[in-house]
Each structure stands twice: as structure tokens, then as C-alpha cells.
């Protein structure tokens, strides 16, 4: 049997869990596989990150994506090629690499009104689209989609018909072998942290309503990671406004070793396709506080490696947050159960090993083979 060479393409325009889950499932898939390349076209984003073997080639603009993905998908042995794609790029790529079997992964829980930025396949420039606007007429050929996430392929189910074939793969995350040490301040107050660009969709805001409540501001901190975003300056504003216990860190590379710092990682966006930052602090033996919306409580088993609230009730989230004041003991055995979980089942060998499974059943003359859900 020809083993395909494997291609991932990705179109990154800001620093994001995303960029880290293509670059780990790009070096893990080149553990199993001899041949692994991965298209990185920086529109504004950041150089790829380590890709293990992989091999990247790493372009700007769109004539160099073109012949980079045209040229790999054209190897001289004749050997069959598979395109990991994205929903930025999967309707260019099944017509730059017309001989090879392109999958789409979505990494976010779509809607039917929700703007996507993707990649025109014939001018090459970025437009937005909803998920009834792309070029469906390109991808109807498409054998399989990915979701990263149940909800994520519910909702592609539902907004995108077209697409016939969808499956779940959840994210792998490396997380470190041993717990980081605990470099907690001892101010007494219920450290929280929260890991979310600061635009609107993830709804940070939210969390600083709730941290700015009378029952909780002198009880907790909250520190934001992420780059800034379009929201940025209408947050500090409210931040200042209601005088709230929040701090904007900034982005961070070492984030299982900065979560150590902290009681609970909280979230808010309610269209999360995953949520990596709530394994990255289960590595870190820390519990997340989720909304009952988007993939969220897939990562997390309320009352055990974590807890959800309801994210229409304000107050649901204030309460979720003061019982976790009132019970630092049962937070910590949380913790230590959300890292068995995330070593357990959210391990980059996994997500690599049911990709694979898809990519051997790719073939020219073969039907798609869609994983098991």
C-alpha cells in the first residue's frame, strides 16, 4: 500500500489555540506518516510554530500559495495526496489541488448568520461569507468534513446541507508530564484567569460584569490572556468604569505553566469550537468554569472536572463563581480530575491517529471513509 503524502494548510491572521492545534497535529501525523507538509500563509499572523518533522513552507501571498500546494500535491512518484484543509482555505485548495482528496476541518461553531473570512479560490483575496455563501459549488465534491468538536459538526450539519459527509475529531493538546509548580500568590482572593482574544464573540465582558459584582470584587481577581482585539479599548474602559479586580495580560506562549498561578480558568464565549485553554489548565491540574453553550461542556463534566453554568443568567455565573470561593478544597480535586481526563482522551496522539484513519481512506478510485463518530 502507497501511504498518501499528507498537506495541511492553514491561513493564520492573529496568535490563537488554533495555530497551536494545526502545528501539534502537523508534527504528530509526521510521526506516523514519511511525508508531512504544512502550507502556513501568514496574513497577518504569526510564522508557524514547531512542527516536529513536518515539513513547512511558509508563504505570504496568494500566487505562492498556489504553486507551494499545487507542487506538493503533484509528487513525481505519482504517490496520492490528502489536503488537510480549513473553511479559509477549502474551496482554493479543491481547485489548486484538483488531483488530490482535500478535508475540510471547522474550528468554530457556526451559525447561519455568522461571518467567515475565506479565501476566494479564483482572485485570492480574503471576503467574508456565511457558511450558505461559500462556494458550494467547488466543494460539493468534498468527501468528508471535520469538526473539531461535536457541536462543531452539529452545526455544520445544520447551517452547511451540502456537505454530506461530517465527523468529530476532537483537538489533541500537549500538556506537561508533570503538574508546573504552583507559584500561587498568597493574597487569599480566588485567583481566576481566562484565556480569550479580546473581541466580541467571546464575550469577556461577561466576565468582568461578574468579577465588578459586589459579592465578588473584593473576593477574586480575574487576569484575561490573549492578544488585544477589536474589543480591547471598550473593555478597559468598562474595567476602569466599574473599578472590577482585572488585569489584561497579554499573550502568553507558557500557558499550563502561568494557569499553575491560578484557582480556575472561566470562560465565556458561547460559539467556542473547542476551547483549548481548558485542557492547557487541566495540564496545569486547574478546573474550568464553562458556559452550557458551543463545544464547552464537552471539555468539561460538571461538578467533577469542572463547572457549567448557564450563560442567559448573569446571576448563574456570579453563583458558579462564589461557590467556588467558598470551596478551594473541592476546586483542587477538580483539577487533578480534569488532567486524567485531558490525559485520557485530549492527547495529540489520538486526534493524530484518527486523522490517519481518514487519510487512508482517501483514495482516487475509493469511496470517502468516514471515521466513527
Not at 492573529?14 to 500563509?41: C, F, I, K, M, Y
Not at 474595567?239 to 505553566?257: I, T
Amino acid at each position: 500500500m502507497m501511504v498518501p503524502r499528507v498537506v495541511l494548510t492553514w491561513v493564520t491572521t492573529a496568535r490563537g489555540g488554533a495555530e497551536h492545534s494545526v502545528a501539534e497535529l502537523a508534527g504528530n501525523l509526521a510521526r506516523l506518516v514519511p511525508d508531512v507538509d504544512v502550507v502556513w500563509w501568514r496574513h497577518g499572523g504569526p510564522s508557524a510554530e514547531n512542527c516536529g518533522t513536518a515539513q513547512v513552507h511558509e508563504v505570504t501571498d496568494w500566487p505562492e500559495y498556489q504553486r507551494t500546494l499545487s507542487g506538493l500535491c503533484t509528487p513525481p512518484d505519482g504517490r496520492p495526496v490528502v489536503v488537510i484543509s480549513n473553511h479559509r482555505t477549502a474551496a482554493a485548495d479543491v481547485v489548486i489541488a484538483h488531483r488530490a482528496r482535500v478535508i475540510p476541518v471547522v474550528r468554530h461553531v457556526v451559525n447561519a448568520d455568522q461571518v467567515l473570512r475565506v479565501i476566494d479560490p479564483y482572485e485570492g483575496c480574503m471576503v467574508e461569507r456565511t457558511i450558505s455563501e461559500l462556494c458550494w459549488e467547488v466543494l460539493v465534491d468534498v468527501p468528508v468534513w471535520v469538526g473539531i468538536s461535536d457541536a462543531s459538526s452539529a452545526a455544520l450539519r445544520t447551517h452547511a446541507p451540502q456537505a454530506q459527509f461530517v465527523t468529530t475529531i476532537h483537538n489533541g493538546v500537549s500538556i506537561p508530564v508533570s503538574v508546573p509548580a504552583r507559584n500561587r500568590p498568597a493574597t487569599g482572593r480566588l485567583l481566576v484567569a481566562s484565556v480569550a482574544r479580546t473581541v466580541p464573540w467571546k464575550r469577556v465582558d461577561q466576565l468582568v460584569l461578574a468579577a465588578a459584582d459586589p459579592r465578588l470584587s473584593t473576593a477574586m481577581r480575574l487576569d484575561i490572556f490573549g492578544e488585544p482585539g477589536s474589543h480591547q479599548d471598550e473593555l478597559v474602559h468598562l474595567v476602569r468604569e466599574l473599578s472590577a479586580p482585572v488585569r489584561f495580560m497579554g499573550y502568553a506562549s507558557d500557558l499550563p505553566q502561568r494557569l499553575a498561578e491560578y484557582d480556575l480558568l472561566a470562560t465565556a464565549s458561547v460559539q467556542e469550537g473547542f476551547g483549548r485553554a481548558v485542557i492547557d489548565a487541566a495540564g496545569a491540574a486547574v478546573p474550568s468554569l464553562v458556559p452550557d453553550a458551543g463545544a464547552s461542556p464537552e471539555l468539561v463534566i460538571d461538578g467533577l472536572t469542572g463547572m457549567v453554568y448557564d450563560p442567559d443568567d448573569p446571576g448563574d455565573l456570579v453563583a458558579a463563581l462564589t461557590d467556588a470561593l467558598l470551596d478551594r478544597e473541592g476546586l483542587v480535586a477538580m483539577g487533578w480530575a480534569a488532567r486524567a481526563l485531558a490525559e485520557g482522551w485530549y492527547t495529540p496522539g489520538r486526534c493524530a491517529t484518527q486523522f490517519l484513519t481518514l487519510v487512508l481512506g482517501q483514495r482516487p478510485t475509493s469511496r470517502p471513509l468516514v471515521a466513527a463518530q
